[in-house]
Each structure stands twice: as C-alpha cells, then as structure tokens.
C-alpha cells in the first residue's frame, strides 16, 4: 500500500537529486567533451556506487563510519584530491590544427564508468546523508527495518538515475548551443570541480 511517505520520499528524493554536484557535474563535462554514451555510462557508474551507500545504509555499515570517524576523514580527503585531479584533467586542451580542420584534443572515454563510481564511493557524506534520512520515512510499526531502507534506497537511486540519464542527454545539446557564442563555457566544469574539492577542503580543516 503506498502512503504518504512514499511521495514525500519521492519528491524529496527528486529534488537532492536536481541538485548539482559533482557527479552531476562529472556526467556534463562527459557529455561535452566525450558524447551522450560516455555520458550516460557516467551516470550508471555513479549509481552504481549510490547502490553501495543504500546497501550499507540498509544493513548498518554507514554505523561504521560514525564509530571509526578517521576512516570517514581520510576517504573526505582522497575524495577532495580525486575531485583536483579531475578538475586538471578536464581542463580545455588547447585547440591543434589539422589540415583545414580544427579540433580539441580529447582523452578517450576509458574507463569513464569507474570513475564515475569513485567520485561516489569516495564521498562518505553520501553514506551518513542515506543514515540520517532513510529511517525518517520507516513506519513506526515496521517489524524489520532493512526492507524500507533498502527500498527507498532503492527509489531514490532510480530517481537519481532518471535525473543523470537526462542531464547526459541534455548538456550536450544545450552546450553545442551556446559554446559558439562562449568558448569560456567549457571551463566551467574544471572550475566548478576546483570549486567543490576547496570547499570541502575546507569543511575537513574546519573540523
């Protein structure tokens, strides 16, 4: 029976998942740079690794970072050192010619699907996020608790994957739009990588 807790879940879920992060922002600079298909396999990998969280959440793994708090730190700080390298990495090349054509240097969308799932697995606050918000929506009554973790784990991560799967297919579209009238748009991904890993840099030294 659907009550009122699965549609303040679902919306709930729909709009953190609007929100823009740097998995989002990892499926963007995919579409841009590298197409839809290396887009979209971007997305997959990163609810494969949201799948992770909402496993651990639902069978009391996300308890484990609450009790050893420097094993919760240290994935903070790859995390933040894997978001720079990513920001490096996308950065525009400069343009080359060739022949009468000009073109970007691209790297090839290798291993695109497990980098996508690293910028989740390294990014425990998604695991404490699932902790704190999951069993607000458990019924009181539940005589097992795992079953609505793990469900509405489950709802939020095909919500996520709906979202990511549109941005994939949408960036490219709307950046071929206006990249002719700004070339400065795609520095903006690099930026914005920049951007969140000194953010978060930041809340681990303000600890």
């Known amino acids: 029976m659907i009550t009122l ?12 998942n609007l929100t823009p992060g740097p998995a ?5 600079n995919e579409s841009i740079i590298n197409g839809r298909r290396s887009a979209i396999k ?7 690794g949201v799948l992770f969280y909402v ?47 000009t073109y970007h240097i691209r790297t090839q969308p290798k291993y695109v699907f497990l980098k996508a799932m690293l910028i989740t697995l390294l990014n425990p606050k998604i695991g ?11 019924p009181q009554h539940a ?23 549109s941005m994939a297919i949408l960036a490219q579209h709307y950046f071929s739009r206006f990249s002719h009238s700004s070339p400065y748009l795609s520095y903006i991904p690099p930026l914005l990588f920049l951007v969140i890993a000194l953010f978060a840099g930041y809340q681990v030294l303000d600890k």
């Open 143 to 165: 005589t097992h608790v795992w079953p609505y973790l793990f469900g509405y784990g489950m709802l939020f991560n095909l919500s996520g994957l709906c979202v990511n799967i």
């Open 42 to 48: 971007a997305a997959l990998g990163i609810e494969l």
């Open 5 to 16: 807790n699965f549609f303040y879940f679902l919306a709930t879920a729909l709009v953190i």
């Open 24 to 28: 989002m922002l990892f499926i963007m």
């Open 128 to 138: 404490l996020f699932f902790f704190s918000l999951l069993p607000q929506f458990v």
């Open 55 to 101: 496993a651990a959440t639902a069978f009391g793994l996300s308890f484990f970072f609450q009790t050893f708090p420097i094993i919760y730190t240290c994935l903070e700080i790859v995390g933040i050192l894997y978001l720079m390298i990513l920001a490096l990495k996308s950065w525009p090349r400069k343009k080359v010619a060739h022949t009468s054509h």
